[in-house]
């Protein structure tokens, strides 16, 4: 037996949370008693390696996020630089070139911080959470 919890609070029109809950409760019919903790370790042990691939996909995926927006930050800055060379040479009014440039810098410390604080919190909570689940299932075999 299964529902979806934490739906819509009652009276509004948004929810506890951007992210759905499930319950679920397992009636496991048996007449041994080792047979049901059996049945339980069985179907950690499943769940558990279900559990590690997902984080396996979700890690590499939060990885190859974190190179495209460094690739994308790098692409930024020499943008930026080539900017500067270019209103250093007198090659554009100098207010086109500080309005560029003060566009390519701000966009460039957004990115930046972006990578450092979120990014690096995904991925360290991806492998977090990866690590404890690998240790769920050796001990659920």
Known sequence: NSEVTMGKIPGQE???????GVSCTFELNTAEPG??????????????????????????????????????????????AG????????LLPA?????????????ATAIFWYLVIFTRGEVSKFREARNEMSVIARFSQ
Not at 69 to 80: A, D, N, Y
Not at 95 to 105: E, F
């Open 95 to 107: 207010v086109i070139v500080g309005v560029v440039a003060s566009t390519l810098a701000a966009l």
């Open 35 to 80: 047979d049901v903790i059996e049945r339980i370790f069985s179907l950690t042990k499943f769940t558990a390696e279900a559990a590690l691939q997902s984080l396996e996909v979700s890690l590499k995926q939060a990885h190859a996020d974190t190179k495209q927006k460094l690739i994308f930050w790098l692409i930024i800055m020499l943008l930026w």
């Open 14 to 20: 948004y929810s506890y949370s951007d992210h759905m």
């Open 83 to 90: 900017v500067i060379a270019v209103g250093a040479l007198n």
